[in-house]
């Protein structure tokens, strides 16, 4: 996922949500879920996600 902003803040901002992100270089975010990863798993990373986004901007 490619950002405008800092990787490093966002990442903090969804570690304090719970939500375990893998920064991949300046502006981009690597997603990395389990292959056994359930539905209602992807909805509340989704979920924590967009409250970050939504945080930042």
Do not use: D, G, Q, Y
């Not at 719970?18 to 509340?44: F, M, Y």
């Amino acid at each position: 996922m490619e950002l405008n902003h800092s990787t490093s803040n966002f990442c903090n901002l969804a570690r304090e949500k719970k939500l375990l992100l893998v920064p991949a270089a300046n502006n981009v975010i690597r997603l990395l879920p389990p292959l056994n990863v359930k539905k209602n798993e992807i909805k509340l990373a989704l979920t924590i996600l967009e409250k970050c986004l939504k945080e930042i901007n």
